[in-house]
């Protein structure tokens, strides 16, 4: 009976959909034989589209350390079952669990408002953090290029920008970044939570092997572009024990920055 739950939904970091505290009423399913609506046991990924009005966050938090934060996509098809973002899913009305990896929000209009932004005469320059909440990187952008098209038009107003990933994907734009790198103007950090793969397939079950990640390092090394390693989050117990191993792998792939942070656990 575990591993059939464990398996029930392949290559999901979540296995249901917990209660959105934010709503009176929901659909639930109350028999696991498969009597409910069909719709409940969707397991394809539904693409949102929507058009906000602002797409730049400023970051009040002085222990953050970025000025601006600036994410495409809401919810990340990566499925990393630890995810902090997972609750900020719930203010669009979906579920921290299953929604979040399955139903992805893509903010269209994300460059005209970053063009219009960067073009305001009191516009205050500050690093641009991409992927603060969700994976700037996640499948979707290989079709979307939303991502592609921030830095290029970071590239074309000079300004700096910041990435965190662990999608491989994130090498196709080697050549906006060297651009950028080429002005100083850009640093990447690539999130490596360990070494061992069957770990990774249960935390972050769609994401780019370990292997694939320090190599990622190593293509942005040897094109100039600044780089680290995020080693986040550590989880006590699980993968406290890699953070030096991970960082030796990563400084000798080319990354000369490193980061830890502890699990954040949520409360409901």
């Known amino acids: 009976m575990e591993n059939s739950i464990i398996n029930y939904f392949k290559g999901r970091g979540a296995q249901f959909n917990p209660n959105n505290k934010f709503q009176k009423q929901q659909y639930v399913q109350d028999h696991v034989e498969g009597l409910d609506e069909e719709f409940l046991q969707k397991e394809k990924t539904e693409i949102i589209y929507t058009y906000p009005k602002t797409i730049i966050n400023k970051v009040e938090s002085t222990d953050v350390g970025m000025g601006y934060s600036l994410n495409p996509y809401q919810g990340c098809e990566h499925g990393c079952i630890y995810c902090y973002a997972r609750n900020s899913h719930e203010f669009w009305g979906y579920s921290a669990g299953l929604d979040f990896e399955r139903k992805i929000v893509v903010k269209k209009n994300t460059v005209v408002l970053l063009e219009s932004q960067f073009s305001q005469k009191n516009w205050k320059v500050k690093p641009i953090m991409l992927s603060g909440n969700t994976d700037c990187y996640q499948p979707i952008e290989r079709e979307l290029e939303l991502t592609r098209n921030i830095l290029k038009t970071c590239l074309k107003f000079k300004h700096p920008v910041a990435i965190i990933t662990k999608n491989s994907l994130i090498t196709r734009d080697i ?57 986040a989050p550590i989880i006590p117990g699980i993968n406290n024990h890699e953070i030096p191993n991970v960082i030796e792998l990563a400084a000798n792939a080319g990354a000369t920055t490193a980061g830890i942070t502890i699990v954040r656990l949520n409360v409901r």
């Open 175 to 231: 050549d906006v970044l060297t651009e950028l790198a080429e002005h100083n103007l850009v640093h990447v950090m690539i999130s490596i939570t360990g070494t061992d793969e069957k770990v990774r397939q249960l935390l972050e079950p769609r994401t780019a092997s370990y292997k694939n990640r320090m190599t990622v390092l190593e293509t942005l090394s040897k094109h100039g572009i600044p780089c680290g390693v995020m080693v």
